[in-house]
């Protein structure tokens, strides 16, 4: 008689069912928490959860022990009984004594922006690179919260036979984290020296770099200008590994590289641990600044994006700012029943004033339907050209 079958259960995945916690300081208004909000909605959407309900409260400052105020945090907690909330992610980067207090109190799993980041990042990292560069942000970032992770091992052992020397666990599991650290800033740096050699290797050809706010359409943009397939999706940071393209637009050969997406709070470790996947952008000649128009909060947008490059200190290169999604500009903001002669009044409106602020040159698309795109390109052959001669002035053929 054979012997029954040994079957293995497969534990059911757990919801991730999250609420949003945001604080609105003296700076700021309800609407601009509300769209800060919108935003963590869809990183946690990216990440795999789903929103359920956002609290706000008005203070100075976090609170020190909970981050909210005791009224706010009892407020939470009652809504996460009813709805068996199981993930509260905070607006902001907690301190790990934060962290630790809201566990105790509200009996879920506590996230903040930085670590929910993280975990965007470790999910749509692809090569060696990008995961190392994950991982060693990942492991800073968990280096001080390791005594809220591991209570159950900070009590060191006393007692006869027990005494002398010896150490915490939790203080061997923070020397074997910060060894690995150092490993991985050591392979980084191999891989970083393998990228650069690869990117001297390049030869003589003009580099141009497209960057903005995450899911403005980089990649779209991308696989209309080189004619290849780069993963384009709407979804935060579906762009992590740096692509680099060849373009040839009449006759003019130029690299074409599309690399991470900044966003508002962009965690300090990671543009740390990214800076030599930014370093394409860093090297290049050309920024190709691309712009959500249809975003309410664009302007903010275009500041990360100008304050990031400026702490990567991409500040000398000619600049082209492409305002992407115009056919989503005009269908959000203008009434569909107006004449199409007033449309189009509206839209060069819109366009002379960008371009009178910008105060550099600008170009207004739509790439998903392919709108204004040979202005686009005869716009970057231009730059290059440009480029060309400056870089090269004795030479005639350069363009191949």
């Known amino acids: 008689m054979s012997s029954p079958t040994k079957t293995t259960e497969v534990s059911p995945i757990v919801e991730e069912r999250a609420v949003l916690v945001g604080i609105i300081r003296d700076n700021q208004s309800a609407e601009q928490i509300e769209e800060y909000l919108e935003e963590l909605a869809f990183l946690a959407e990216t990440a795999g959860a789903v929103t359920l309900k956002k609290f706000t409260q008005k203070l100075k400052h976090p ?9 706010k945090l009892e407020e939470i907690k009652l809504y996460n009984e009813f709805a068996e909330i199981n993930t509260v992610i905070i607006d ?21 922006r930085t670590s929910l ?74 891989l970083d020296r393998q990228e650069s050699t690869r990117r001297k290797t390049r030869g003589e050809l003009i580099r141009v770099a497209l960057v903005g706010y995450t899911n403005v359409g980089k990649s779209t943009i991308m696989n209309l200008l080189s004619k290849s397939e780069v993963l384009a999706e709407n979804k935060l940071f ?18 074409l590289s599309d690399t991470v997406g900044f966003i508002r709070k962009l965690p300090h470790k990671l543009i740390e641990s990214f800076k030599s996947t930014l370093d394409e ?103 290059v050209q440009d480029m060309y001669h400056k870089r090269y002035p004795y030479k005639t053929n350069f363009y191949n």
């Open 238 to 255: 579906a762009t992590l590994d740096t692509t680099v393209r060849k373009v040839v637009i009449d006759n003019v050969a130029f690299l």
């Open 281 to 383: 952008t860093k090297e290049s000649d050309i920024i190709v600044h691309v712009v959500d128009a249809s975003h309410e909060n664009f302007n903010d947008h275009i500041n990360v994006v100008n304050e990031t490059l400026s702490e990567l200190n991409v500040t000398r290169q000619p600049r082209l700012i492409v305002f992407n999604k115009m056919d989503l500009y005009r269908e959000k903001y203008f009434d569909k029943y107006l004449p199409e002669d007033i449309k189009r009044e509206l839209s060069e409106e819109f366009e002379k004033n960008m371009r009178s602020r910008m105060n550099t040159n600008c170009v207004f698309i739509s790439a998903t339907n392919k709108e204004n795109i040979e202005e686009l390109r005869n716009t970057m052959v231009l730059m």
């Open 117 to 190: 980041i993280l975990d965007i990042f470790a999910m749509r990292a692809q090569t060696a690179q990008a995961r190392t560069q994950v991982e060693l942000a990942q492991l800073q970032y968990l280096l001080p919260r390791l005594k809220g992770l591991w209570t159950h091992l900070e009590r060191q052992r006393g007692g006869i036979g027990m005494r002398g020397p010896g150490e915490k666990e939790i203080e061997t599991d923070r020397r074997v984290i910060n060894d690995k650290i150092s490993k991985l800033k050591h392979d980084l740096e191999t």
């Open 92 to 112: 902001d980067e907690i301190s790990p004594a934060q962290q630790r207090n809201l566990e105790a109190e509200l009996k879920c799993k506590i996230l903040d």
């Open 63 to 71: 609170d020190v022990r909970y981050f909210v105020g005791s009224g």
